[in-house]
């Protein structure tokens, strides 16, 4: 028999899952260009083979070790993600993506006085100075 757990969200609303079966995701927005991996988890256990998983509930990827890596996340990731296993599948989880902040930023020096001029510089293609 399946317990079933209360989750309160940040309303204040109850949600009552049966489900064991969980996709661990980043709660915070990730940054373009960084690397993520989610992961399926069964609760109790630490190590899952065989999942499959799915983003905005289309096939993705098949994998033996239970886990989605996705080596320079762009927009196009953003989204809901689930995880099944053995015929289980996880509540969605929402992914966020944030764009990468790319500043340009120039020194001048003038009467003994240093101001530090930058730009927002995202949508150039070429080299950046500093990116955050």
């Known amino acids: 028999q399946l317990l079933k757990h209360v989750i309160t969200d940040i309303s204040g ?32 256990e630490n190590n899952i083979s065989d999942v499959i998983f799915y983003h905005h509930d289309k096939l993705i990827q098949n994998d033996s070790r239970g886990e989605l890596k996705i080596s320079a996340v762009s927009q196009s990731d953003e989204g809901f993600y689930k995880c099944e296993h053995s015929g289980e599948v996880s509540p969605q989880s ?39």
Do not use: N
């Open 94 to 132: 929402w992914m966020a993506v944030k764009a990468k902040v790319c500043l340009t930023c120039m020194s001048v020096t003038f009467l003994s006085v240093s101001v530090l001029k930058c730009e927002d510089t995202s949508w150039i293609k070429q080299s950046i100075t500093h990116c955050i």
């Open 13 to 44: 609303y109850f949600s009552v899952l049966p489900k064991y079966l969980l996709l661990v995701s980043p709660v915070h927005p990730v940054t373009e260009g960084a690397s993520v991996t989610l992961s399926c988890r069964r609760r109790g």
